[in-house]
């Protein structure tokens, strides 16, 4: 299967704690995005890569999220001091070209306690 | 801002059509997407369409494109019950840089046998 891959599918931690998940895109893909979800909602748009190049990033990330792509292939996103209003499901895209679709990994969902 | 509008909920029975609304915001939008998500899964992209077109058919899915009306449907023929799912609509605004999906609510098909 050469879909986007996402680690771990599941996470639950205690609040305070810091998490990292880890997205694999499509291969060749050099656009890599990352989107929440919250219950109910459609996913909501966090920051985007080109090739290692995060370009641009939501005010939903807060200087509490980083995201990072090092050498444009894999990308990692950290959340420092979780709090309860982190809980969701954190999605990673990947696209070929800025006009191409972009196709969704299974997320990583998050759970604080 | 306006939201991407959906209806939250249809309910349809196995064989018949299905028919799912949406209103996007931006006329300007070049891209317009279907996506599926299965509980606890990630979202599937099902179909796009451009805004130079006004229908799309691939196999059993039909897009109907209004841009005058800023309307985007899905028509799904013989719905089986494993098209039970969160269909999600989507679009790429210009002021996005075209980076970003803006995704609707989603609508919550239930196929009853």
């Known amino acids: 299967d050469t879909g986007v891959s996402q680690d771990p599918r599941h996470k639950i931690t205690k609040r305070g704690q810091n998490v990292t998940f880890r997205c694999d895109p499509i291969s060749e893909h050099n656009r890599l995005y990352w989107y929440r979800q919250t219950l109910g909602q459609g996913p909501e748009f966090l920051t985007y890569f080109q090739n290692e190049a995060q370009l641009e990033k939501s005010r939903l990330l807060s200087d509490r999220f980083s995201a990072e792509r090092p050498k444009g292939s894999f990308s990692t996103l950290e959340i420092q001091r979780t709090e309860q209003g982190d809980s969701a499901m954190y999605l990673c895209?990947?696209?070929?070209?800025?006009?191409?679709?972009?196709?969704f990994g299974d997320g990583t969902r998050l759970s604080i306690l | 801002g306006e939201d991407v509008e959906q209806s939250l909920f249809l309910s349809v029975r196995e064989g018949d059509s299905s028919v799912i609304n949406c209103t996007y915001t931006?006329?300007?939008?070049?891209?317009l997407y279907w996506y599926k998500q299965e509980p606890g899964a990630g979202l599937q992209l099902l179909t796009y369409i451009f805004s130079n077109m006004d229908m799309k058919q691939d196999q059993r899915l039909t897009v109907l494109l209004n841009k005058k009306d800023k309307h985007l449907s899905l028509r799904i023929a013989d719905t089986q019950t494993g098209d039970s799912a969160i269909y999600f609509c989507?679009?790429?605004?210009?002021?996005?840089?075209?980076?970003?999906?803006?995704f609707g609510t989603g609508t919550r098909l239930l196929v009853s046998p």
């Open positions: 989507a679009e790429i605004p210009p002021d996005t840089g075209f980076q970003k999906l803006v």
């Open positions: 895209a990947s696209s070929f070209a800025l006009d191409q679709p972009q196709h």
């Open positions: 931006d006329s300007s939008s070049t891209y």
